[in-house]
C-alpha cells in the first residue's frame, strides 16, 4: 500500500484546508484509514480515523473542526480542517492499517499562523 498526502499550507488562525491521502497498490486490505500528526518535538498523536464501516473517531482537541471523510471510487481520504489554531501547525500524516501491516505516507506540513 503506497500513500500519498497533499493539501497542506500556510493559513491563518481561524482559516481553514483539506487535506488528501491517495491510497495505491493492496487497497483491498485496508481496514482503516486515519489522520496522525507531529509537531516539533513532540510525540505523534492521532488527529481522526475513519473504519471501513464509516465509523470515525476524533481526538479531543479536533472534535467539531475537523472532518474526516473518504471517497471509495478515488481510494482518497480527506481531512476537512476548520477553525484553524496555531497549536494545529504540525506534519499531518496519512495512515493505513491492514490485517497485519500499517502503512504511512511521508506528510505534509501544516502551518498555521496567529
Known amino acids: 500500500v503506497q500513500l500519498v498526502e497533499s493539501g497542506g499550507g500556510l493559513v491563518q488562525a481561524g482559516g481553514s484546508l483539506r487535506l488528501s491521502c491517495a491510497a495505491s497498490g493492496s487497497i483491498f486490505n485496508i481496514r482503516a484509514m486515519g489522520w496522525y500528526r507531529q509537531a516539533p518535538g513532540q510525540q505523534r498523536e492521532l488527529v481522526a480515523t475513519?473504519?471501513?464501516?464509516?465509523?470515525?473517531n476524533y481526538a479531543d482537541s479536533v472534535e467539531g473542526r475537523f472532518t474526516i471523510s473518504r471517497d471509495n471510487a478515488k481510494n482518497t481520504v480527506y481531512l476537512q480542517m476548520n477553525s484553524l489554531k496555531p497549536e494545529d501547525t504540525a506534519v499531518y500524516y496519512c495512515?493505513?492499517?491492514?490485517?497485519?501491516?500499517?502503512?504511512w505516507g511521508q506528510g505534509t506540513q501544516v502551518t498555521v499562523s496567529s
Open positions: 495512515k493505513a492499517l491492514t490485517g497485519g501491516y500499517v502503512y
Open positions: 475513519i473504519t471501513n464501516g464509516d465509523s470515525t
